[in-house]
T-cell receptor, first 112, second 122 residues
Framework: DAKTTQPPSMDCAEGRAANLPCNHS???????VYWYRQIHSQGPQYIIH???NNETNEMASLIITEDRKSSTLILPHATLRDTAVYYC?????????????FGKGTLLTVNP | GAVVSQHPSWVICKSGTSVKIECRSL??????MFWYRQFPKQSLMLMAT?????????EQGVEKDKFLINHASLTLSTLTVTSAHPEDSSFYIC??????????????????FGPGTRLTVL
């Protein structure tokens, strides 16, 4: 399984961009980089995923390095409601790593 | 799109009773549904994977006779905790897998999660 490494916690000022890093140096060629977040006492929320190219949606942007060994999730204008644990997961439902394995994630605290 | 609901959102029951939790994909048909459990200050742990019309696949250490899973349709899966005990108190979360779609070199299904069910066994 491709294991991911994330910092345990980060702080961000409200209105600023939050950049959350993730290392996945052993990711295999068919594994996507997925990002989820979990706000306290709620189920995880899907944010974004990508394979090679950078991706953007209404929630965030995902920047994947050319060698695919690391990625960065960008929340362009963080709000207090973005305070959550963010999980980076290497995953492909049809691959050998077909299970979503949640690590400890990064606790992002957005401060006023 | 991709909304998953769970019912109930919380339940309190007496030790020895059984509790059923429903998971529904509201706006898509799920190829696969998953059940997770989360204890306080811990991460989600996969309990079982189920496909419509077939038996669930349980993770190592999860008792299949205690956690009964029924996947009756492409939009509904249920988890029944039988003879619940206080150590079964936890946050139970389901997810439903939605196909990515065609047209890509690699494809993968994306899991969408329900809001969770807080079970407290007295």
């Amino acid at each position: 399984d491709a294991k991911t490494t994330q910092p345990p916690s980060m702080d961000c000022a409200e209105g600023r961009a939050a950049n959350l890093p993730c290392n996945h140096s052993t990711i295999s060629g068919n594994e996507y980089v997925y990002w989820y977040r979990q706000i306290h006492s709620q189920g995880p929320q899907y944010i974004i995923h990508g394979l090679k190219n950078n991706e953007t949606n209404e929630m965030a942007s995902l920047i994947i390095t050319e060698d695919r060994k690391s990625s960065t999730l960008i929340l362009p204008h963080a709000t207090l409601r973005d305070t959550a644990v963010y999980y980076c997961i290497a995953y492909n439902s049809g691959g050998s790593n077909y299970k979503l394995t949640f690590g400890k994630g990064t606790l992002l605290t957005v401060n006023p | 799109g991709a909304v998953v609901s769970q019912h109930p959102s919380w339940v309190i029951c007496k030790s020895g009773t059984s509790v059923k939790i429903e998971c529904r994909s509201l706006d898509f048909q799920a190829t696969t549904m998953f059940w997770y459990r989360q204890f306080p200050k811990q991460s989600l742990m996969l309990m079982a994977t189920s496909n419509e019309g077939s038996k669930a696949t349980y993770e190592q250490g999860v008792e299949k006779d205690k956690f009964l899973i029924n996947h009756a349709s492409l939009t509904l899966s249920t988890l029944t905790v039988t003879s619940a005990h206080p150590e079964d108190s936890s946050f139970y979360i389901c997810s439903a897998s939605r196909p990515l779609g065609s047209g890509r070199a690699f494809s993968t299904d994306t899991q969408y999660f329900g809001p969770g069910t807080r079970l407290t066994v007295l």
